[in-house]
């Protein structure tokens, strides 16, 4: 289960030096916790999305919000240096590189199924989109000078990534299916053959 949400971290604490309390009036009592929100997913933080703070008086024990406070506190407040929190970005870059990744995957095997196409060989697995919207594979039986002799594959399936699970042999029964050399051709550019598998 993929769970999105934001979580606070707790960055810096401290108390407000040479200011009084907006209700006691003592000084040197106004106490800070500065927390950073992130967002995440499913608890791996994505990147930070802003900053709370809690302020209270550990003399009256009165909490105040940042509005409420003085110039001069909101002042020292802000110029509090907080550390970097690299980590809450830790998700993003995770995502990153595996965006990056796929793309440059897809590219590579769609450059090499550009090649195999031409050159089909018995063995050779074609991976399948039907246009009905599932996929299924079929392998090379047989490949003669204009004609490509092929066994489909028993079973379909819901997903592009699954089809390479159903190339075991004992899924390639009796579909057979033959196909002109140029038909094949067809099919890839239409984008029917989507991936080819040479052993
Ligand atoms: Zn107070």
Not at 42 to 54: I, N, Y
Not at 64 to 91: C, H, V
């Amino acid at each position: 289960m993929v769970l999105v949400g934001t979580r606070d971290s707790n960055i810096k604490n401290g108390i407000i030096l040479n200011e009084k309390c907006p209700k006691c009036n003592e000084e040197n009592t106004l106490h800070f916790s500065i927390y950073r929100r992130y967002t995440h997913l499913t608890l791996v933080p994505l990147f930070p999305v802003g900053k709370t703070v809690f302020i209270n008086c550990n003399h009256c024990d009165e909490n105040f919000d940042y509005e409420d406070l003085s110039e001069s506190i909101q002042l020292k407040l802000r110029n509090k240096k907080l550390d970097a929190t690299p980590w809450m970005f830790l998700g993003s870059i995770i995502l990153a590189g595996f965006i990056i990744f796929s793309i440059s995957n897809y590219f590579e095997e769609k450059d090499e199924t550009g090649i195999l196409i031409k050159n089909p060989i018995e063995g050779d697995v074609y991976n399948l989109k039907f246009s009905n919207g599932y996929y299924s594979n079929m392998r090379i039986d047989k490949v003669t000078r204009d004609s490509v002799y092929t066994t489909h594959n028993d079973f379909d399936a819901y997903m592009p990534y699954e089809v390479d699970d159903l190339d075991k042999s004992e899924n390639f029964s009796n579909q057979k299916v033959h196909y002109s050399r140029k038909d094949l051709l067809k099919l890839y550019q239409e984008d029917e053959i989507i991936k080819i598998s040479r052993k």
